[in-house]
Structures are given as structure tokens and as C-alpha cells.
């Protein structure tokens, strides 16, 4: 089983690491991003057979050597690394997805250019394409290691994503097809967690997948409108 390192990258609250003041006057630290999307990526590596390892599961600004090390004491296969980009700390019109490997890493690129591809059509956003940096966590960990911006925290349109769930779940979705695609593992698609009654799971399936329902919101009342759009579509379903 291959195990892979995950990074959140920084502290909630390391100085800098975060968007300028936003329209409702609040700011996003960039761990308020990084961190959850770590844990998706956990879920869906787990999901799909791997080991996790996180370096530094915590709030806290752990030093990147600890970080390092930790992925190179449990002998992981990859490490990757989850931040979101900042250009001046000034609103303005950049944007964009990047992704590094540590220069000459031939392997790492190879890793580096599967996730870059995937975090692109997951998300559309613009592509900056695949870099090569001397960062610290890239050069001090001794497997195949990446890191990933998934986009700039002074971009209105970008910083306005780092708290979105479905768009962290993006992120977290490209960073694990890459990462099954390079170890040669089919990837899984996730399961939609199903909150209804256990007696219920087996009719809640079936009726997902006919397409009677998207399954959300199984204990609300059944209004006439909602029993006839049932009906309707499935008669649809039988045709
Ligand atoms: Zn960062």
C-alpha cells in the first residue's frame, strides 16, 4: 500500500498567508484553504486504497523541517504540498492554478504534470502550467513531492473560492486522480454520503440512480409537487 505525506502548508495564523481585506471587510488565511482541502484529499486517498500520513495536522505553523521529516521517517511514496497563491498582497487581475516540482526531479515532474491537468479540469480555471522551484519541502523530502496553488488569495473572483466546499472538494479530486494516475490505481469516484434512515438506503440507492431524486434533504415532507415531479420522472426512467 503506497502511502502519501499531506502538507496544509502553513499555520491559520502565519503572518501574511492570507487575502487582503475583502468587500465585508473580513480577510481568509490561506490554512482556512489549505487545511480542509488536505483533509478532502486525506478522504479520497483513503478512499482509494492509500496510507495517509499529515505533517502537520493542526492549526499550528509546524517548521518545514518537521514537516519533512515526518514524511521521510515514515518512508512515504509522495508528498504533496496544498497552498493558494498570493502575487503582491493587492487585488488585481492574476489568477490562476500553478504547480511545482523540485528542478531536475524528473519523476516528481511527471507526478506534477498529471495533478496540474486534472486541478485545470476540475476547476477551469486559468493554467499557469508546471514550475520548477527550489522550494524547501520540495528539495528535503526524499520521495516524489509536489506543490500545488490553487489559486491567488488576492484575486476577488480566486479568494472567494478558498471557503467554497464544493471547490476545495475540486481541488482535493484533481490532486487524487493525478496521484492515482501516476501509481497506476483506477481512481474510485466518491460515493455521495447518503444521511436517510438505514431501513432506507437500499430504495434512496436505486432512486439516485434512476434519477428520481439526487437523494438530499431525505426527511423534508412530500409536497404534491414534489410526488408528481417523482412520478414524472419516473416514467421518464421506464421509456
Ligand atoms: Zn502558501
Given at each position: 500500500?503506497?502511502?502519501?505525506?499531506?502538507?496544509?502548508?502553513?499555520?491559520?495564523?502565519?503572518p501574511?498567508?492570507?487575502?487582503?481585506?475583502?468587500?465585508?471587510?473580513?480577510?481568509?488565511?490561506?490554512?482556512?484553504?489549505?487545511?480542509?482541502?488536505?483533509?478532502?484529499?486525506?478522504?479520497?486517498?483513503?478512499?482509494?486504497?492509500?496510507?495517509i500520513?499529515?505533517?502537520?495536522?493542526?492549526?499550528?505553523?509546524?517548521?518545514l523541517?518537521?514537516?519533512?521529516?515526518?514524511?521521510?521517517?515514515?518512508?512515504?511514496?509522495?508528498y504533496?504540498?496544498?497552498?493558494?497563491?498570493?502575487?503582491?498582497?493587492?487585488?488585481?487581475n492574476h489568477?490562476?492554478?500553478?504547480?511545482?516540482?523540485?528542478?531536475?526531479?524528473?519523476?516528481?515532474k511527471?507526478?506534477?504534470g498529471?495533478?496540474?491537468d486534472?486541478l485545470i479540469?476540475?476547476?477551469?480555471l486559468?493554467?499557469?502550467?508546471?514550475?520548477?522551484?527550489?522550494f524547501q519541502?520540495?528539495?528535503?523530502?526524499?520521495?516524489?513531492?509536489?506543490l500545488?496553488?490553487?489559486?491567488?488569495?488576492?484575486?476577488?473572483e480566486?479568494?472567494?473560492?478558498?471557503?467554497?466546499?464544493?471547490?476545495?472538494?475540486?481541488?482535493?479530486?484533481?490532486?487524487?486522480?493525478?496521484?492515482c494516475?501516476?501509481?497506476?490505481?483506477?481512481y474510485?469516484?466518491?460515493?455521495?454520503?447518503?444521511?436517510?434512515?438505514s431501513?432506507?438506503?437500499?430504495?434512496?440507492?436505486?432512486?439516485?440512480e434512476?434519477?428520481?431524486?439526487?437523494?438530499?434533504?431525505?426527511?423534508d415532507?412530500?409536497?404534491?409537487?414534489?410526488?408528481?415531479?417523482?412520478?414524472?420522472?419516473?416514467s421518464?426512467a421506464?421509456?
Open positions: 500500500m503506497k502511502t502519501i505525506a499531506i502538507d496544509n502548508g502553513h499555520g491559520l495564523n502565519t501574511g498567508k492570507r487575502t487582503p481585506i475583502m468587500l465585508d471587510g473580513k480577510v481568509i488565511k490561506e490554512w482556512q484553504f489549505n487545511y480542509p482541502t488536505a483533509k478532502k484529499l486525506g478522504e479520497l486517498l483513503k478512499y482509494n486504497g492509500f496510507n500520513i499529515y505533517v502537520s495536522d493542526t492549526e499550528e505553523d509546524n517548521p523541517s518537521v514537516r519533512t521529516k515526518k514524511a521521510n521517517d515514515t518512508k512515504a511514496d509522495a504533496v504540498s496544498i497552498h493558494f497563491n498570493a502575487h503582491q498582497g493587492v487585488w488585481g489568477g490562476g492554478i500553478e504547480t511545482y516540482h523540485y528542478p531536475n526531479s524528473t519523476k516528481s511527471e507526478l506534477v498529471l495533478i496540474q486534472e479540469r476540475e476547476t477551469g486559468r493554467n499557469r502550467g508546471v514550475k520548477s522551484a527550489n519541502v520540495l528539495r528535503e523530502t526524499n520521495m516524489v513531492s509536489i500545488a496553488e490553487c489559486g491567488f488569495m488576492d484575486n476577488l480566486e479568494a472567494k473560492l478558498m471557503l467554497d466546499g464544493d471547490y476545495q472538494l475540486k481541488c482535493a479530486r484533481a490532486i487524487a486522480k493525478g496521484i494516475k501516476y501509481f497506476g490505481v483506477e474510485k469516484e466518491e460515493k455521495k454520503d447518503i444521511d436517510c434512515s431501513w432506507a438506503v437500499d430504495a434512496m440507492e436505486w432512486a439516485i434512476l434519477g428520481l431524486t439526487d437523494g438530499t434533504n431525505p426527511k415532507p412530500i409536497t404534491l409537487e414534489r410526488f408528481i415531479t417523482i412520478l414524472h420522472r419516473y421518464e421506464l421509456e
